[in-house]
Structure formats: C-alpha cells, structure tokens
C-alpha cells in the first residue's frame, strides 16, 4: 500500500513567488494535516484538514491557504514568499479526524526561498 | 513557557549504554502523549504512544505523568540504529484536538 506522498520533493523559489504544494494520503485516511518545519525545531502546525473542511489553524499569517478535495488530497499554497518560508513543509494523514495523533507523515518537501 | 519542552541534547552514548529523555508540557488539558522518531533528512515516525499507566514496547519504555504534565522515553540496551532526532509530542486540550504540538527534539547518536 502506499503511504503519503508530496510532490515535488524539493522547490527552490523567489521571494514574492506564489508556491503550490501536495499531498495525497493514505488510502482510506480522511484527515489531512500541514506541518512546517524550520531547521532544529520541531514541526509546527499550519492546518487540519478533515472530510474537506478546515479543521484547525495554526499561528500563520493569510497568505498560508489549503483546501482538502473530494478524493482526500489536499494541497497548501504559500502566497508572497519570503526568505523564512524556507522549510521541510510536511503532510500527515490519519484515519479520522479524532486520532490525529496516530499520523503517519510524508517524506515532506524542502522549499528553498531565494 | 514554550508548550511543549524537550532535553536540549545531543546525548552521545555509547551501543548498549540505557539513555533517558525528558519532556514537559504546558496545557494541563492535553489529553494524548506520544513519541516520533525523526531520521536526518526524513519525515517523523511515530514511535509510541504513552499512557498514563506506562507502557513498554521492547527496548523501549514510556511514562507519563499527568500530575506534573511530564513524559519520559527511556531506550535501554542502545543500537546504533537508535541514531535519531526524538520528538516529544502532545495532542488536545483546549479545543485543540485537532493538532499535534511537538517539541524542538533531542537528538542521539549512538557510537560504535
């Protein structure tokens, strides 16, 4: 079976660029969650996502957005970018929205800002 | 105080050495407790969660103690494949269900 899977693996952008990542879940997983992680820090929560509609956000400015699809799938896009938006931005499924804790993580995609 | 706050490490020890890490948590509400493992370059891996009872998975041991919102890992017998970055973690409390609060991470290396 597959596990998560993001794409792309890796991004390199210009401050002021718009980026678009995503992540497809475990099969049968109806909970999405973003994560970013910033070198030697733990990940921090951006959203959770569950049977498409937002469950929860974390402390990011607007110009983080992301929407769940109909199949799961969810996509997060980053607007204006700046120098500190370079991060390991990493997706976690999990069953159901009440177990977020059992989440199993992709490999992430490291976006580089320049 | 930060939400959840880790032993700042590194622990360097060395193959069949016992290591402990430490984790306290602010929100008294929190209500799930767990530890991921993170290799370098790679996404975390939830290693175990801990109850309150304590539990045990192989070399591995887990405690909790709500009283003083405290979490302990403790890795007994170290390999040299327990070389990872550990990430205390914490679910809940607050209406914040739906979010995984993680520490900074303690990193180990264990040497040959």
């Known amino acids: 079976d597959a596990g998560v899977t993001q794409s792309p693996t890796h991004l390199i952008k210009t401050r002021g660029q718009q980026v678009t990542l995503r992540c497809s879940p475990i099969?049968?997983?109806?909970?999405v969650s973003w994560y970013q992680q910033v070198l030697g820090q733990g990940p921090q929560f951006i959203f959770q996502?569950?049977?498409?509609?937002?469950?929860g956000r974390g402390n990011f400015p607007d110009r983080f957005s992301a929407r769940q699809f109909p199949n799961y799938s969810s996509e997060l896009n980053v607007n204006a970018l700046l120098l500190g938006d370079s991060a390991l931005y990493l997706c976690?499924?999990?069953?159901?929205?009440?177990?977020?804790?059992?989440?199993?993580f992709g490999q992430g995609t490291r976006l580089t800002v320049v | 105080r930060k939400e959840v706050e880790q032993d700042p490490g590194p622990f360097n020890v060395p193959e069949g050495a016992t290591v402990a890490f430490n984790c306290t948590y602010s929100?008294?509400?929190?209500?799930?407790f767990f530890w991921y493992r993170q290799d370098c370059r790679k996404e975390p891996k939830l290693l175990m969660s801990?109850?309150?009872s304590g539990n045990e998975d192989g070399r591995f041991t887990a405690q909790l103690n709500r009283a003083s919102q405290y979490i302990s890992l403790l890795i007994r017998d170290s390999k040299l494949s327990d070389s990872a970055t550990y990430l205390c973690?914490?679910?809940?409390?607050?209406?914040?269900?739906?979010?995984?609060?993680f520490g900074k991470g303690t990193l180990l290396t264990v040497n040959p």
């Open positions: 976690a499924s999990s069953l159901d929205g009440g177990r977020v804790g059992e989440a199993f």
């Open positions: 973690v914490v679910n809940g409390g607050g209406g914040s269900n739906y979010k995984l609060t």
């Open positions: 801990v109850y309150s």
């Open positions: 099969s049968g997983h109806k909970s």
């Open positions: 929100n008294s509400a929190s209500q799930s």
């Open positions: 996502y569950y049977e498409k509609e937002e469950r």
